[in-house]
Structure formats: structure tokens, C-alpha cells
């Protein structure tokens, strides 16, 4: 470091801002830094998966009817060995596990819930893109020794903490216990997370919008007409907008975070198993939504706040149009129009 300065790592940051974290118990210190212990572990496999016997399909399909890959069931493993037995969570959730996964017998049972995709972005393992991790922190509501699915099924508004690990040219971690958003970046010569990204804001309108394309006629009158409307030459709307697609939302929604702009998986009547959309309410949706409100942006299903849903099932999927304020209310007045 040139002016000194050896940088602000995550515990730093926490105790720095210490009067203004509400949770800024030890405990919230030592979930992140578990957390950041476990990024750490899949960064490496990550970042060498070219090289070993890591890649390509493991042969079997998670309960969303996917293939999984060799580096989710791996990532999965990691974060749930370490998350479980770290004494803070009374009960854990996972995209790769069907049930709500309890604490093994032996180890403290703690006082929140986690929910986590360990792996988002699974099909751009193989072809070297950016891929990530989701977590989602509730406080635990359930009596007694062992917590259980109540514990996770909490509207998003209530997170004491949500996050992301971006896998990628760097490893970052970016972070909300709903203070402001923070981005910190993995400096594998210490090991450590610093601080890159203090109180990331979204701007109050974009210019690229993020959605796949190939579902356009599967989605309600009013998203096409609302892309539509984006690709079209209007000074007064700032249009036509760019297109960013990635195909990982952490990717997706970590350019819409530090550029604005909006992100978009609405619901398609693509697939009859599917007419809420594609992405996850409890480790995808709520956490991501969590971020945007607290640097400034806004989530939506389309017709309400993402953080406003309260979860009926683990593995729930709703909605989700994400980013600039301007831009996903926009949205919303198209579906009021055109739905
Ligand atoms: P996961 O790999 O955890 O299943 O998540 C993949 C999700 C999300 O990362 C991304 O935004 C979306 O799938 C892309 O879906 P499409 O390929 O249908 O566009
Ligand atoms: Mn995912
Ligand atoms: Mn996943």
C-alpha cells in the first residue's frame, strides 16, 4: 500500500462503524468472517477449477430439476460444513438441499437462520464467466433447542444481513446490515477481504437494461412492452438502452449495483412448473433486494416490493425486476398498463 494505509478489512470495517450496526454484536463479526472464510475456500477452487478434476457435471439433478455441477455440490459442502457448525445458526437453508438443513447434534445452535445459494450462475462454470455465492441472515423467531423453517420464512424487510461473493477477475464480497452497502475485495497475498467499495450507491436511473431474451414471448403484455419501449430512439427517456445479460445474477445484479440501470427475471409461461419466474425468493430475490433498497435502488415482483413477500414455501420463486429507482418504477407503471 502506497500512503501506509494497510487497508480496512472486514472485521475493521464492522467495528469501525460499530454504533451504527444495531446487530454489531461479536456475533454479526463472526458470521461474516465465517462467511469470508468459506468464499475464500470456493475462490481457490474457483480460480484453479481449469486445472483439476473439478469441472463438468457430478450426474445428478438438485430438487429445482437442474444438473449439478461438480463445483455447486462442492461450494454447498464448504459453506454448509463451515456455516452449521460455526455456533451462530440455529437452522440452515440451501438451493441444493430440499429440506431446511438442521445443526449437526454436538454443535451450539445459535441465534439466526441463514438461507444461501452457494453457487449462482452454474451454467457459466465451465466457460470461465463469472459465477458467485448469495447469503441471507435472519434473526431466529422459533422457541427451543433446534430452529426450524419459521426461522427462514421471513419477509426479506426483516434481514439483519445480506450479501453476495463475486468469483471472478477479483473475488469480492459485497455486504448490507441494512447501514449502507459495502464491497470489499479479496487480496489473496494476505488473505484478506479489504475494503474497495465503501456505501455503494445505485443510481437513480441507468442506461442498459439486463434480461434474457430469448423468453420475449413468453412474458406478460406489459415487460414486452416495456422492453419494447427501452430499444426505441426517445431523447426524453434516454433511450434506447444498452443490453447487459451474463446469465449469473450475482454478476448481473453487482454491475446494476455499481452502474444502475435495471436487472429483470420476470415470470414466463415458458415452463407450467415455472409461472413465477426462475430465480428464488429466500436466497436469490430477498438478499439481492435487500442490497438495492440499502444503496438506494429498488426491487420489485412487478406489482410490489420484494421484501415485502412473505415466503410460503423454502424454495419459492417470485418475480424480480431490480436497480435503478427511476427505472424499475417505470417498470411497474408498464405492468399497471399493459397486464
Ligand atoms: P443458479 O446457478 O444458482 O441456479 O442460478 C442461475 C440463475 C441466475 O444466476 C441467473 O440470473 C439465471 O439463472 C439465468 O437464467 P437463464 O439462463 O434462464 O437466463
Ligand atoms: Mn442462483
Ligand atoms: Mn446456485
Excluded at 185 to 199: K, Q, Y
Amino acid at each position: 500500500m502506497t500512503d501506509g494505509k494497510i487497508g480496512i478489512n472486514l472485521t475493521r470495517h464492522i467495528f469501525e462503524k460499530q454504533r451504527e450496526y444495531p446487530e454489531a454484536t461479536g456475533e454479526l463479526t463472526g458470521i461474516l468472517n465465517q462467511i469470508a472464510f468459506a468464499a475464500k475456500i470456493v475462490s481457490r477452487e474457483v480460480n484453479k477449477a481449469g486445472l483439476v478434476e473439478i469441472l463438468g457435471l457430478t450426474g445428478d439433478k438438485n430438487i429445482q430439476g437442474e444438473e449439478v455441477q461438480k463445483l455447486d455440490d462442492f461450494a454447498n459442502e464448504v459453506f454448509i460444513n463451515i456455516l452449521a457448525k460455526s455456533g451462530h445458526f440455529c437452522v440452515l437453508a440451501s438451493e441444493e438441499v430440499p429440506d431446511v438443513i438442521p445443526i449437526p447434534d454436538g454443535y451450539i445452535s445459535g441465534h439466526y437462520s441463514i438461507a444461501i445459494d452457494p453457487l449462482d450462475g452454474s451454467s457459466n462454470i465451465d466457460v470461465n464467466v463469472n459465477i458467485g455465492t448469495i447469503f441471507s441472515i435472519h434473526r431466529r423467531t422459533s422457541e427451543g433447542e433446534k430452529g426450524c423453517a419459521d426461522d427462514l420464512m421471513q419477509a426479506g424487510r426483516k434481514q439483519v444481513a445480506a450479501g453476495y461473493v463475486v468469483y471472478g477477475s477479483s473475488t469480492m464480497l459485497v455486504m448490507s446490515t441494512g447501514n449502507g452497502v459495502h464491497g470489499f475485495t479479496l487480496d489473496p497475498s494476505v488473505g484478506e477481504f479489504l475494503e474497495s467499495h465503501p456505501d455503494i450507491q445505485i443510481p437513480s436511473r441507468g442506461k442498459t437494461y439486463s434480461i434474457n431474451e430469448g423468453n420475449y414471448p413468453y412474458w406478460s403484455g406489459g415487460v414486452r412492452h416495456y422492453i419494447d419501449h427501452l430499444k426505441k430512439k426517445d431523447k426524453e427517456s434516454g433511450t434506447p438502452y444498452g443490453a447487459r445479460y451474463i446469465g449469473s445474477m450475482v454478476a448481473d445484479m453487482h454491475r446494476t449495483l455499481l452502474k444502475g440501470g435495471i436487472f429483470m427475471y420476470p415470470a414466463d409461461n415458458k415452463d407450467p412448473k415455472k409461472p413465477h419466474g426462475k430465480l428464488r425468493l429466500l436466497y436469490e430475490c430477498a438478499p439481492m433486494a435487500f442490497l438495492c433498497e440499502h444503496a438506494g435502488g429498488a426491487a420489485s415482483t412487478g406489482t410490489g416490493p420484494v421484501l415485502d413477500v412473505v415466503p410460503t414455501e423454502l424454495h419459492q420463486r417470485v418475480p424480480f425486476f431490480a436497480g435503478s429507482t427511476e427505472d424499475v418504477r417505470e417498470l411497474e407503471r408498464f405492468i399497471a398498463d399493459y397486464d
